[in-house]
């Protein structure tokens, strides 16, 4: 089924360990994002990727990085995790700059 | 700065209709979306509005105005599934995508 995959579901990391959060995407969609959904605020993007090969930041890239070595894969790396970093984590991709988004099921992370 | 308005929260009663309000100040504007996204779930598509005017799909409509900044999702004949979170999204001149923080739908019998 295609779609798109994020892994692991959920997480607890110990504050100042190094954690990746997994992207996959089956759809040969061009554009790829981070967000990060926090109660009460709307979703916040994190880092984006028109292309495979380009990245670029978002609204709260600190403490964040990404790679986008191939169209399917976009991993968001934590390179040292702080409390303030508790999240639940979207990876989404879209066909084009212009076209709807869709979305993973979500990594819920918790730094403690 | 950016912004998405949004109510926090509505009550409607199972096969009625609801109306939520959006309201948007963005640098530019590339469309608005709705999102659905229920408790525990990644958001998902429900529409798109790029025009003035009114989207219908199915139960669901959504209404775009340009000049006042403003859209709303219309639903009809509730369903108590529809309990929900609403998202609405506008993609700005960088073709970024600004959410709103959700309005929480609570369906009652």
């Known amino acids: 089924i295609a779609g798109i995959t994020q892994a692991p579901t959920s997480q607890i990391l110990a504050a100042g360990r190094r954690m990746t959060l997994r992207c996959t995407q089956d759809?040969?969609?061009?554009?790829m994002y981070w967000y990060r959904q926090d109660l009460g605020l709307g979703l916040r993007l994190i880092h984006y990727?028109?292309?495979?090969?380009?990245?670029g930041k978002g609204e709260v890239p600190d403490g964040y990085s990404v790679s986008r070595a191939n169209t399917d894969d976009f991993p968001l790396t934590l390179a040292s995790a702080v409390p303030s970093q508790t999240s639940v984590y979207f990876c989404?991709?879209?066909?084009?700059?212009?076209?709807?988004?869709?979305f993973g099921q979500g990594t819920r992370l918790t730094v403690v | 700065g950016q912004n998405i308005d949004q109510p926090t929260e509505m009550t409607a009663t199972e096969g009625a209709i609801v109306q939520i309000n959006c309201t948007y100040q963005?640098?530019?504007?590339?469309?608005l979306f709705w999102y659905q996204q229920h408790a525990g779930e990644a958001p998902t598509f429900l529409s798109y509005?790029?025009l003035d005017g009114l989207e219908e799909k199915g139960r669901f409509s959504s209404f775009l105005s340009r000049s006042k900044g403003y859209s709303y999702l219309l639903l009809k004949e509730l369903q108590m599934k529809d309990s929900a979170s609403y998202l609405c999204?506008?993609?700005?001149?960088?073709?970024?995508?600004?959410w709103g923080a959700g309005t929480k739908l609570i369906i009652k019998p």
């Open positions: 999204a506008v993609r700005d001149s960088n073709y970024q995508l600004i």
């Open positions: 990727s028109n292309t495979a090969g380009t990245t």
């Open positions: 759809m040969r969609h061009n554009a």
């Open positions: 963005t640098s530019g504007f590339n469309g």
């Open positions: 509005n790029v």
């Open positions: 989404a991709s879209s066909k084009g700059a212009n076209t709807e988004a869709f």
